[in-house]
């Protein structure tokens, strides 16, 4: 059962990982998420959220060897994904905009499946 659980956060980490391959270039960031971006200063701020999503799976995969450090890794994972699920439901996505918000969604699933198999785990093993 603990490799499920170190499975889901490595799947979970590799979603938040493979964004930040948009801070190597506007024409890859536009390619993730279907949004032109003409303006300098708007590819500065989607290269920073690349960087940001690519922090936050290094934790998720730091948690999945690291147990202690699951707590910490499944509320940063959470709170990332779901604040950007919550802007999106209240705002105006485009198609690709709604597919990031489905696939964090699922992501969000799967991070609380792994933390509460995770706690089942702690407590029985006491």
Request: hydrophobic letters at 65%.
């Amino acid at each position: 059962m603990q490799g499920l659980v170190t499975a889901l956060f490595l799947v979970v980490a590799l979603i938040n990982l493979l964004p930040g391959i948009g801070v190597w270039s506007a024409a890859r960031l536009q390619s993730l998420y279907g949004v032109p971006l003409a303006e300098a200063n708007l590819v500065i701020l989607m290269r920073h959220r690349a960087v940001m999503l690519a922090i936050v799976g290094a934790l998720l995969a730091f948690a999945a060897l690291r147990p202690p450090l699951r707590p910490v890794a499944v509320a940063a994972g959470l709170v990332s994904m779901l604040s950007f699920v919550a802007i999106a439901l209240f705002g105006e996505p485009n198609e690709w905009l709604r597919r990031v918000a489905l696939i964090d969604t699922v992501a969000s699933a799967l991070l609380v499946a792994a933390a509460v198999l995770d706690h089942r785990l702690a407590s029985g093993a006491r």
